[in-house]
């Protein structure tokens, strides 16, 4: 399943029981998580289980998520966790622990941004596998940057950079950061305001590792094969994508940042190769994806020229890749015409209240 660009809030309410932010349960695989907006959860704002052997690792991917009621991302086992933005939680920022049937093994976590006032940016308890722990920002007000337990012969560390000690491990920490001058505008609040870019000069910058390098960063931005550290790709004229706020994620579309079915996906150096888009909705990051219309009530997103539609998707789910340019808007225009009458024709014939899809993967009605 794909759980992208969803704005998830206030699950803290006193007549909320549980309260998590997104929760993937046990024994589900291959799940891409990517692009949602998480804040003031009662729980996790996302958790993660383990596959328990059915399939591929669940991805967690360019999130932001602050104000978290437990941990911000909570994950048993079997999960490739990267380019998210952390801003506060009530316990660790990431925390890998054993949950259910699952312990910490089959996991990858890099390139996070990690700001944490009261705990650990990230701890890893009861290790049984291979975990990797690479190119995060980590910043420990309180807590240690890294606090790990179990086989730490099955722990690699490299390129972490931030505040805030090692505890139980030694490796790969650069623990002489500054949240005030690594940072475009961060601070220990927990909240917004708070810009997490990196600033000119900042520590951040080429300090990671590049046997853990992935291709794009939190905005879809390619890294271009330089391993800044972080959630983000540093550009000196500053944040080329969306500034961090309460409301849905907008994208900037970047192409090669992540694909939709029938798009070729990026990957990931040193972190097994998996898929950094998936089988997107859309085609606002390749040319594939389920629809490309988004003219009035299409499926998807809009296509990767930023126009209406976009090009269509090479997918084997397509749907309509209609765009409308000054060249083409007569021929466009009659071709929607006729599709209108065509479904005024079928609705007339289906009165019966159920949904009407016109054209193969077009928009859908109800009646």
Known sequence: SLIEGNYVHHTNASTVVQGDGIEIKEGSYNNIVRDNVIHDTNYPCILSYST????????????VLWNCGDHAIQSAADAVIRNNIILGAAANGIAMQPHQSGA????VVVHNTVLNATNDAISARGITGSVVIANNALYAHKGSAISVAGELGKLTLAGNYGVGAFDGASG??????????????????????NDVFPAPGSGLIGAGNVAH????????TPRGGVADVGAYAFDASGNPGWPLGAGPKSETPVAGAG??????????????????GGAGVGGTRASGGVGGMQASAGEGE????????????????????????????????SWLAGLVLVGLTVERRRRSGRALRLGAGAATRES
């Open 52 to 63: 328990a052997g059915n399939g591929a690792p669940n991805i967690i991917e360019r999130n």
């Open 104 to 107: 910490p093994s089959n996991l």
């Open 172 to 193: 790969e920490l650069n623990s002489s950061g500054d949240i005030g001058a690594d940072f475009v505008a961060a601070s220990f609040s927990g909240a917004l305001p």
């Open 213 to 220: 390098l992935v291709v794009d960063d939190f905005n879809g």
């Open 259 to 276: 694909a939709g079915a029938g798009g070729s996906a990026g990957t990931v150096a040193g972190a097994g190769g998996e898929p950094s």
């Open 302 to 333: 809009p296509g990767a020229s930023g126009s209406v539609g976009g090009p269509m998707p090479s997918g084997d789910e397509g749907g309509c890749g209609c765009r409308i340019e000054s060249g083409r808007r007569a021929a466009s225009v």
